[in-house]
């Protein structure tokens, strides 16, 4: 089974732009987690969907958005973008998002903010 | 306080070492732990998966844990340089979808 995808796997633009990363779950995984990676705040929780809905959030302003198509697909957009958001986005898919299931990582979308 | 803390080193050994890594966490209820390895510019790997106390091993590596201390332990044996990479320690918030991590340790193994 092909694994996670995510694309771009760089991405550098300007403050107050708005960027859209794309990630593609393993076949038959219908939960998509996205995470953002700093050095001084590790791996962040940014939300989760499963059939095309958010069901889990985490503690991050509302220009994190994100949203998930009928193929499980997931796309994430940062508008307004801070020089705080240069980080490495991370998706994980799960076969359903439970309890338990294990979470299978992409190769992350390394932003650059100037 | 964090939900899930790890020193982040970085800690270097030299090749053949025995490593232990650890992790302590706050909320009694988390059940399910997991170790998690990321090399450079790449995504984190499941390294080791457990549910509630114990030991589980799996070649070189044994993951552990006690929850009674809310403690979580890897340890590698006869680490390799191949082992160089950042481990993350992780568990599952009480409902499914969101993990959350420990800050990563840097292990770096010399030849």
């Known amino acids: 089974k092909a694994g996670v995808t995510q694309t771009p796997r760089y991405l550098i633009k300007t403050r107050g732009q708005q960027v859209t990363l794309s990630c593609s779950p393993i076949?038959?995984?219908?939960?998509v987690s996205w995470y953002q990676q700093t050095p001084g705040q590790g791996l962040q929780f940014l939300f989760e969907?499963?059939?095309?809905?958010?069901?889990n959030k985490g503690n991050f302003p509302g220009r994190f958005s994100g949203r998930q198509f009928s193929n499980s697909r997931s796309e994430m957009n940062v508008s307004t973008l801070e020089l705080g958001d240069s980080a490495l986005y991370l998706c994980?898919?799960?076969?359903?998002?439970?309890?338990?299931?294990?979470?299978?990582f992409g190769p992350g979308t390394r932003l650059t903010v100037l | 306080q964090k939900e899930v803390e790890q020193d982040p080193g970085p800690l270097s050994v030299p090749e053949g070492a025995i490593v232990s890594l650890n992790c302590t966490y706050s909320?009694?209820?988390?059940?399910?732990f997991m170790w998690y390895r990321q090399y450079s510019r790449k995504g984190p790997e499941l390294l080791m998966y457990?549910?509630?106390?114990g030991n589980k091993e799996d070649g070189r590596f044994t993951a552990q844990v006690d929850k009674s201390s809310k403690y979580i332990s890897l340890f590698i044996r006869d680490s390799q340089p191949s082992d160089s990479a950042t481990y993350l320690c992780?568990?599952?918030?009480?409902?499914?979808?969101?993990?959350?991590f420990g800050q990563g340790t840097e292990l770096s193994v010399k030849p």
């Open positions: 457990t549910y509630s106390s």
């Open positions: 076949s038959g995984h219908r939960s």
């Open positions: 994980a898919s799960s076969p359903l998002g439970a309890l338990g299931d294990t979470q299978y």
């Open positions: 969907y499963f059939s095309e809905t958010q069901r």
């Open positions: 909320n009694s209820a988390f059940q399910y």
């Open positions: 992780a568990t599952y918030y009480n409902q499914g979808g969101k993990l959350i």
